[in-house]
């Protein structure tokens, strides 16, 4: 059985991330051999293509991207066909769509991924409605939630090709004893050095709600005696916008956006608490990381997001666009430190138990293997 993998991947984050350890663990557990292949992305499939090349594993970059549509069409034909691809799994719109209709072409099956649907402007917008569009076509869709899962199902597609998978990570990226020179730098951000310190990290982007956890954060300096910062990891074109609403709240030196990183898994042991404050999500792969690097999690309950918290046992769930309930909650974790370790306990074991690389990709294989058959009975 060979899968390839289809993806327009602008840079290396957390779906690139997952199709990375499925092919890994599938080839290793499984015996699957695969195949990734990215658009173009005006070159910002570069990264994710490096670390597929460090991992030793196959990857390809199409010859044609936007605007040359027909010809990527005939690249993926031609591909399909030269590979022998018995799958494919298409990973976003882009994907979904010329993916299906070369793997029609040829006559293989087509797996469709569904991370989420944002909604925030009116391209997107459009391009999630075509998405639906071809959702309702595909041999199978896999959400990475029940949450995504119920409105795909919504939207027309048939139940019975709608997979709940939910997004894996490596825990043992969490297993090494942490190095206390990430703390070290974080404190750096801030003249003093905050007592507590509070972790975000994601796009800056509406559906992020960074705007919520800045209001929050104002009103939770009237509700902890003790001194806190936050520190958000992540770049997107809201930047200029959030630290604006930062300056004007007068919380320059309580929260620190510091850009992207691409050593969070150094960082995210040494926070004291994890806040994700979502207006939608998928199934984000950040909450998992902090819970297996033992940080609670408080979170907004959207999307799949109550299948990673176990509300007062990880972590607490708080309703979206509530900076006043966001704020009270995060003052709790803050105030009692030994809540906040045992809940960063109780959500490893979690991560450790429900969200591994090796039950992700059993059920991927699973998937893929009854595709396979029935395709060639």
Not at 100 to 125: F, L
Not at 310 to 327: I, M, Q, R, S
Request: charged share 25%; net charge neutral.
């Amino acid at each position: 059985m060979k899968i390839l993998h289809l993806t327009a991947s602008p840079f290396f984050g957390g779906p690139e991330r997952v199709i990375l350890d499925i092919v890994r663990t599938q080839a290793a557990d499984f015996g699957v051999e695969s195949l990734v292949v990215s658009f173009q992305e005006n070159g910002g499939c570069e990264p994710f293509l490096r670390e597929l090349d460090q991992a030793g594993i196959p990857n390809r970059v199409l010859e044609h991207d936007m605007p040359h549509l027909y010809a990527a069409y005939r690249d993926l034909v031609r591909l399909f066909r030269d590979e022998k691809i018995d799958i494919v799994c298409a990973h976003g719109h882009k994907s979904r769509l010329l993916g299906w209709r070369a793997a029609r072409k040829v006559g293989i099956p087509i797996v469709g991924v569904s991370h989420g649907w944002t909604w925030q402007d009116w391209k997107i917008s459009l391009y999630e409605r075509l998405d639906q569009w071809v959702h309702r076509r595909m041999d199978a869709v896999v959400a990475v939630s029940q949450g995504q899962a119920d409105k795909i199902v919504k939207t027309g597609t048939p139940k019975n090709r709608v997979h709940v998978i939910h997004n894996a990570i490596d825990t043992a990226r969490f297993d090494a004893e942490p190095d206390h020179e990430y703390r070290r730098r974080l404190e750096a951000y801030f003249e003093t050095p905050p007592e507590r310190l509070v972790g975000a990290a994601g796009r800056l982007s509406p559906e992020k709600g960074y705007d919520v956890l800045i209001d929050a954060v104002k009103l939770l300096a009237g509700q902890t005696t003790k001194s806190f910062g936050v520190v958000l990891f992540g770049e997107g074109f809201l930047r200029e916008t959030l630290q604006k609403r930062i300056d004007e709240a007068n919380m320059a030196d309580r929260f620190k956006m510091v850009g992207f990183t691409s050593e969070l898994d150094g960082y995210l042991p040494h926070f004291d608490v994890f806040a994700q404050s979502s207006h939608t999500e998928g199934f984000p792969c950040v909450n998992v990381e902090a819970m297996a690097a033992r940080v609670p999690v408080v979170a907004t309950a959207v999307g799949g997001v109550p299948e990673q918290i176990v509300d007062g046992v990880t972590g607490f769930l708080v309703p979206p666009n509530n900076p006043a309930k966001l704020a009270e909650t995060l003052a709790k974790l803050i105030d009692d430190p030994v809540m906040s370790q045992t809940m960063g306990r109780s959500g490893r074991e979690k991560a450790t138990s429900e969200f591994t690389c090796h039950r992700q990709a059993e059920k991927y294989f699973e998937l893929f293997r009854k595709l396979r058959d029935r395709s060639t009975v």
